[in-house]
């Protein structure tokens, strides 16, 4: 059974920064390919940002393009979505996400949920104005 568990989630005003971290309960030696989703409520969950399983490949959604930078620790697999210069409307449930074997991604595109086949509880980020 994967795991992922969020954390770094908050409140800040706009124009500070977080950092997301997911630490799944993955084998190190498999490599996933992993996103950060968003979601507001009453709306659907939308890609922030994804990383190919060797970490050489990265997509970012048009609305955090030079403001979010996603990583991945090697050495365990964690997770991390650095949010600099944070707006108001970055105000969502952050979910990380891994794609299980199988199938193939192509990183010319902000990921999409139904590529994913494990997700994480969430973490909430509110950004105040």
């Known amino acids: 059974q994967v795991q992922l568990v969020e954390s770094g989630g908050g409140s800040v005003q706009a124009g500070g920064s977080l950092r997301l971290s997911c630490a799944p309960s993955?084998?190190?030696?498999?490599?996933?390919?992993m996103a950060w989703f968003r979601q507001v409520a009453g709306k659907g969950r939308e890609g922030v940002a994804g990383i190919s399983p060797d970490g050489g490949a990265t997509v970012y959604s048009h609305f955090v393009m030079n403001r979010f930078t996603i990583s991945q620790d090697r050495a365990n697999s964690t997770l991390y979505l650095q949010m600099n210069n944070l707006e108001p409307e970055d105000t969502a449930m952050y979910y990380c996400?891994?794609?299980?074997?199988?199938?193939?991604?192509?990183?010319?595109?902000?990921?999409?949920?139904?590529?994913?086949?494990?997700w994480g509880q969430g973490t909430q980020v509110t950004v105040s104005s």
């Open positions: 993955l084998p190190t030696y498999r490599r996933y390919s």
């Open positions: 996400a891994a794609k299980g074997p199988g199938g193939f991604l192509d990183y010319t595109s902000p990921p999409v949920p139904s590529d994913y086949d494990y």
